[in-house]
């Protein structure tokens, strides 16, 4: 089979998995967030700018899922059968995309094309399409940046460098998470002997691409906001909270939620006093902040996830009520995520044998990680899961080369 035929093929088993599900399984979702994006991108399409009320500038959210959004309601007006259908062709490039990253990373067709049909098939990912959520187009611009970097990186020319720092920009104005993202990537630079000029043309070419809201916000609300006020001024000052023993997660969020309903006009001013309170208390309780980030990390990772196929209420109320179907949902997912895990172990373990781990997924679900120092729901790791399915093919294909008795496998 061409690799052609071999990507055409992985692109629509992906598509059609979303759409099954989404059309035969699970009515359209809302998330929580989702609100707030669906109010700015009709006001949008409506001509009433970028705003939660209309004519009211907002400076909440990063724009571009908003934008994404509008354009889709000013074509087809307020359809969410539309973002669905929109989503799911984005998520199935994602899987194309990521077979390329794959296919740069290790070496090897089968091992890519692995990598490509896990993600085709992951339960949460497919989920996120039928939800108002911006994971989808965010995983999806993200990784336009990391494969036009893997490309620069393995011989394509120079100009592939601004392709990833513009697509980087851009996914960075879908979630501003991804703002210090060239950090890492200077590390990766550092150990790999790449050259600093080539790094500089990825962090310009970003923000080339972030300047223009940057400037729009600063002549709007005065104040310097790259991409967006919602931070992580509520997640720093809940585990601030925490680190000094005052409560459990949900307890100390809803402490941090009415603070900031204390400042109903002002973003800006209720994020910067959560953060300032939040790294007080943290400074405060160093040793009880590390800790707390320890304890988090396995729930980050171990996690079903499977909120994001509604079965998002405590494991004691399912059963309470005798709800065994969700139950059975939860538990196979995380089952799942565990043999992903496992696998992904195994395969950076394989690799290390042979030639040395891919630095850059590697380096890329460190980054992602870093999410709980500052809030640890599982959502946020969403978008590096490709780069743990990269590890966990790797670890498949050579445990399957061992238990056949075959010469080991090679990246």
Partial sequence: MTLNKKIIILFLIALSARVLFSTALREFQVAPDGIGYDAIARNIAAGSGFALEPGVPTPTRAPLYPFFLAGIYFVFGHSYFAVMLAQALLDSLTCVLLFRIALYMLKNEAAATLTAAIYALYPVAIACVNTLISETLFTFIFLLSVYA???ASNGKPRVYYVYSGAALGLATLTRGTTIAFPVMILLLFL???????DWLIIVLAMAVILAPWTIRNYGTFHRFIPVGSVGPG??????????????SYEECIEKGRKIAASFPEDYIESETFLKAEGLKLIKRNPGGYVLLVIKR????WLSSNS???GAHEPLQKYLAKKDYGSIALRVSLLFLQALVLLSAAA??????KTHGVALLPLFILVYFTGHITFDPVPRYAIPAMPCLFIFSSAGIL???EYFKGGDKWKA
């Avoid at 509520?234 to 409560?247: F, N």
């Avoid at 990390?297 to 980050?300: I, L, T, Y």
């Avoid at 395969?347 to 290390?352: D, K, L, T």
Wanted: charged letters at 10%.
């Fill in 234 to 247: 509520l997640g720093l000052y809940t585990s601030g909270l925490q680190a000094s023993g005052q409560g």
């Fill in 149 to 151: 970097l893997a490309a």
């Fill in 297 to 300: 990390f396995p729930r980050f």
């Fill in 347 to 352: 395969g950076m373990c394989s690799m290390v």
């Fill in 398 to 400: 050579a445990a399957i």
């Fill in 191 to 197: 150990l790999t002997k790449k050259k600093f000029l």
């Fill in 307 to 309: 909120s994001a196929l």
